[in-house]
């Protein structure tokens, strides 16, 4: 592929050709440096066209991209805007990103757990679309809490209080947002080189330390093999790494919703029950296996994760946290007008419950939105009562639909349609295992 600079001058003033740059991912060969970081800012400028960039992104999707050439792509998205700096903070700064999964709460208790070892946590968080959930949404059921910080009010809230969990200023990575919404028309969200460069140009930008990424694998994660899971963690720590954040990641099982509740104000209830020191196993593991992450790459390897959440401490920083962002702590948390409970049907020990259908019925039921503009109840949900391994009798409570509007009963249970199952006895080696599956270094 000739990728002769063209002509500059009246009418030619660009100095490459899209054309060329789609032809060249096309036909499986690397698109220079120069190329690619013009195509991401002449796209973000507006001059290469959305059909373009759609047909690029195509061909990386079938084609693939090298090393260099994911690192060239996510430097060009940082630099289409803004670049966060704490370096006046005097402390380490650690974020964690976490892929999504169903009932994934776990930035709620792991942010405040890891601040309150003296480490800053600056977390930019998303709201939720489809059937995962967002940090954004979960927070917001909390009375008064925001969710809109300024870039110089994030700093004073990481100065005072250590942690901070805000929406991205739309000055972060603009490139991203608009090929974000591009590939999500375009069935290209798929691609493992722009899902990472997407990721970790936001991440980069906002100028971390130190990176934790939870990549999640099975039903509810949006990379339902292991093998697609470890190769997208792979080009995420080369990412970091090579941009000069220490990252590390886990590959986490995400094939049953996460802990009991499924929603907003209920997943909430679930983190301050483990700030509390208690909450369900299989969060309390995450959070902890997360914080000890966190706090390894911040420099302390052998801090006490449990005991700081048995001792109040991190309960303490999140009742700072909460007040620091205009929240009420104490305030209660808004409850459903409408529940209906599904009992099981038989004596057994439940053998399967898939985090997918479950995700996608708490958004019927009015957890989650459809499109970006819409509001999301914060009351509904699904809170689970058993989990597989567990033993139940016939008309036992499995888990109970919270809505505002009973009509959503309906849709919500067609989306469950076995999604569950009960058996006369366990698989063998089904008892619940670690959820942290591997862990990826640099
Ligand atoms: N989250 C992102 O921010 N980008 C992607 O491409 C996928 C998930």
């Known amino acids: 592929m000739n990728f002769l600079r063209q002509a500059q001058g009246p009418g030619a003033i660009e100095p490459f ?93 792991l942010v405040p757990l890891v601040a309150a070892f003296g480490v800053a946590v600056p977390q930019l968080s998303g709201r939720g679309l489809g059937h995962t959930g967002g940090t954004l949404d979960k927070l917001e059921s909390i009375a008064g809490w925001r969710a809109a910080l300024s870039n110089d ?70 990379m339902h093999d292991i093998d697609r899971a470890r190769e997208l963690a792979r080009t995420m720590v080369e990412l970091g790494t090579d941009s ?37 196993a299989d969060v309390v593991e995450l959070t902890i296996a997360l914080a000890r992450e966190m706090l390894a790459l911040a420099g302390q390897p052998d801090a006490d994760v449990e005991a700081a959440l048995v001792d109040g401490r991190a309960m303490d920083s999140w009742n700072a946290l909460i007040r620091a962002q205009g929240g009420d702590p104490d305030a209660a948390l808004p409850v459903p007008r409408e529940t209906q409970t599904v009992v099981a049907d038989r004596d057994g020990f439940v053998t399967r419950l898939e985090a997918l259908p479950f995700g996608i019925a708490a958004w019927r039921l009015g957890a989650g939105r459809a499109r970006a503009a819409d509001p999301v109840i914060h009351a509904a949900g699904i809170d689970l009562h058993a989990k597989p391994g567990d033993r139940v009798v016939a008309g036992q409570p499995l888990f109970t639909l919270l809505a505002d509007d009973p009509s959503r009963f309906d849709r919500a249970l067609g989306a469950l349609g076995g999604a569950w199952e009960i058996g006369d006895a366990l698989p063998d080696g089904a008892a619940p295992g670690s959820l942290v599956r591997e862990r990826i270094t640099a």
């Open 17 to 109: 050709d899209a054309v060329d740059v789609i032809r060249a991912k096309r036909d499986g060969e690397q698109v220079p440096h120069d190329a690619l970081r013009w195509m991401i800012d002449a796209y973000t400028r507006g001059f290469v066209m959305d059909a373009q960039m759609s047909s690029f992104a195509m061909a990386v999707l079938l084609n693939g991209m090298s090393r260099d050439e994911i690192r060239v792509m996510t430097d060009a998205m940082i630099d289409s805007g803004e670049r966060m700096s704490f370096d006046g903070l005097g402390k380490k700064t650690v974020d964690k990103h976490s892929t999504g999964g169903v009932g994934d709460k776990i930035t709620l208790p």
């Open 153 to 222: 009010e994030m700093f004073a809230q990481l100065r005072d209080v250590g942690a901070a969990i805000c929406a991205a200023g739309s000055g972060l990575a603009p490139a991203d947002k608009k090929l974000y919404a591009l590939r999500d028309v375009t069935g290209t969200v798929e691609a493992i080189p722009l899902i990472a460069s997407s990721i970790m140009s936001k991440k980069i930008a906002e100028g971390t330390d130190a990176l934790v990424l939870d990549v999640k694998f099975g039903s509810g994660a949006f």
């Open 244 to 280: 000069g954040v220490a990252t590390t990641a886990l590959l986490t099982d995400m094939d049953t919703p996460l802990g009991l509740a499924i929603g907003n104000a209920n997943e909430v209830r679930e983190s301050v029950e483990v700030l509390a020191g208690g909450g369900p």
